[in-house]
């Protein structure tokens, strides 16, 4: 079984995480893109996050429909700092792959972070790191034993972010065609970004 793990805080899930998820999935061939919401993201230690409960819920509904995406809450369930190196080690073990079979999707602006990170380069011992290119990467910005390292995935650059929807939706701005027609109606249900 051919596994990629896409980790990430989903504040909220959006049209480009859909995306991102499906076009590399059928580029490399993968059986499970497997979501995996971070409970308390490390980067993010010191910003406002929305409650996992509820991120978990939008995550549900934006995934629904597509049998080869599936969810772990094994960092919620973990509890604590969410570290992918514990993550990319527990499921390895539960799943029982090798890591010709483990892909762990980030973005071209999370690589730029990634020396910085609980054991990188276990990271890249235990499982193949996959990257999707973000505009405005530049291959200089990141150390050589990391890029000698990592795969770049050849897929579609999406001008979305969690951020911008957050953003637009406290400006009373249309977020339609940004996220599904499921997040949108929780997203307004619950009030989730109203200062």
Same mark, same amino acid.
């Given at each position: ?6 980790? #990430? ?18 580029? +490399?061939?993968?059986?499970?893109? &497997?979501?995996?919401?971070?409970? &308390? ?28 995406? @599936?969810?772990? +809450?094994?960092?919620?369930? /973990? #509890? ?40 990188? +380069? ?13 505009? #405005?990467?530049?291959? #200089? ?6 890029? /000698? ?18 953003? /637009?939706? /406290? @400006? ?24």
């Amino acid at each position: 079984m051919k596994i990629c793990l896409f980790g #990430g805080t989903f504040d909220p899930p959006h049209i480009g995480h859909l995306l991102i998820a499906q076009t590399i999935c059928e580029a +490399e061939n993968f059986d499970k893109i &497997i979501f995996v919401p971070a409970l &308390i993201p490390p980067h993010k230690r010191s910003n406002k996050v929305t409650p996992v409960d509820l991120r978990l819920q939008m995550l549900q509904s934006a995934l629904a429909s597509n049998p080869k995406f @599936e969810i772990s +809450e094994i960092e919620i369930r /973990r #509890g604590g700092v969410s570290f992918s190196i514990d993550t990319i080690l527990e499921i390895k073990q539960s799943m029982k792959l090798d890591r010709e079979n483990l892909y762990f999707l980030i973005g071209s602006d999370t690589l730029k972070q990634f020396h910085t990170w609980k054991d990188p +380069e276990r990271i890249l011992a235990e499982c193949q790191v996959i990257v999707a290119l973000r505009p #405005g990467f530049k291959p #200089g910005e990141i150390p050589n034993w990391i890029f /000698r390292q990592v795969r770049f995935a050849n897929i579609p650059r999406i001008e979305i972010s969690s951020t911008t929807i957050r953003k /637009r939706w /406290r @400006e009373n701005k249309t977020i339609r065609y940004m996220v599904t027609q499921p997040v949108w109606e929780f997203i307004n249900q619950h009030n989730l970004y109203s200062e």
